[in-house]
């Protein structure tokens, strides 16, 4: 879970979006003009998200959050769907897109390097097991600041399915 108002917002919302059917995949507040506050949210049945589920989830949050009001001053809230470049946020998502090309970057160098990408092989112990071009990396998640799905043909082939 994230921390500061991020985290209360998490915890003030993650209840509702259960509620809908919904799991959250991250907030994030963004202050580049107008704070924003951005909720990524995917449908529990694993269908693609649409536009009237954001709108829907965005009705609810906003109801929720106004009653609670975690931020102070005005702020857009904006909700959306991970998409096939999902990004990856909790330790379940490094195990759960295991088989899946992706993008990663750390707080501190491993092997001098802050930037890998390869084929997720899921988590041992506290580390997110990457296969490289030249081998296989072990990743501690504390030190992860960014991860994402690369897109592939396997991701979006799905998608095109549900169309």
């Known amino acids: 879970m994230a921390s500061g108002v991020e985290g209360e917002i998490e915890r003030l919302i993650v209840p509702t979006l259960e509620a809908m059917g919904y799991d959250l995949v991250r907030v994030k ?33 906003s109801a929720v959050l106004d009653v609670e009001d975690p931020i102070a001053g005005s702020y857009a809230l904006e909700v959306s769907s991970p998409g096939i470049d999902r990004p990856l946020v909790r330790r379940e998502d490094f195990t759960r897109f295991a088989g ?13 390097r802050r930037r890998f990408k390869g084929e997720l092989l899921g988590v041992v112990e506290d580390c997110a097991r990457v296969r490289l ?10 030190d992860i600041v960014a991860a994402r799905l690369l897109r592939s043909e396997a991701l979006a082939a799905p998608r095109r399915r549900r169309r």
């Open 100 to 112: 899946e090309r992706a993008a990663i970057e750390v707080r501190h160098p491993i092997a001098g």
């Open 133 to 142: 071009a030249d081998g296989e990396a072990c990743l501690p998640l504390d």
């Open 29 to 61: 507040m963004t202050s580049q003009g107008r704070p924003t506050l951005q909720v990524m949210a995917e449908r529990r049945d694993g269908v693609a998200m649409r536009v009237e589920d954001c709108s829907a989830i965005s009705r609810a949050l």
